[in-house]
Nanobody
Framework: QVQLVESGGGPVQPGESLRLSCAAS????????IGWFRRAPGKEREGVSC????????EYVNSVQGRFTISRDYAKNMVYLRMDNLKPEDTAVYYC????????????????????WGQGTQVTVSS
């Protein structure tokens, strides 16, 4: 059974950092794109970042480029999203999603391509 579980969210002040974790079980990461998405209050869910076992470089949405870093640990079957210099507009529920043999750019634009989703973790950036 494919399962994704996010953790690491919480309340932080602007400028601080968080690392979100996405634990995958029931499948290996090698042939999957793992994307991080977020839904801010009153807004639609948007793709934030993605990493794939079949592509050399991760993808980031412009608003987080240079502040967020996605990484993966094959041995632990984990994907991480390091978020630095957080801003109030980063406040959202963050989800990870897995898509089999899908390129990251497509997954971030078309979340319906995801095969599995986690339950989400809340990130709140406020002073």
């Amino acid at each position: 059974q494919v399962q994704l579980v996010e953790s690491g969210g919480g309340p932080v002040q602007p400028g601080e950092s968080l690392r979100l974790s996405c634990a995958a079980s029931g499948f290996g990461l090698e042939n999957y794109a793992i994307g991080w998405f977020r839904r801010a209050p009153g807004k639609e869910r948007e793709g934030v970042s993605c990493i794939s076992g079949v592509e050399s470089a991760p993808e980031y949405v412009n608003s987080v480029q240079g502040r967020f870093t996605i990484s993966r640990d094959y041995a632990k079957n984990m994907v991480y999203l390091r978020m630095d210099n957080l801003k109030p507009e980063d406040t959202a529920v963050y989800y990870c999603a897995a898509a089999y043999l899908v390129r990251c750019a497509r997954l971030l634009d078309s979340e319906y391509l995801a095969d599995s989703w986690g339950q989400g973790t809340q990130v709140t950036v406020s002073s």
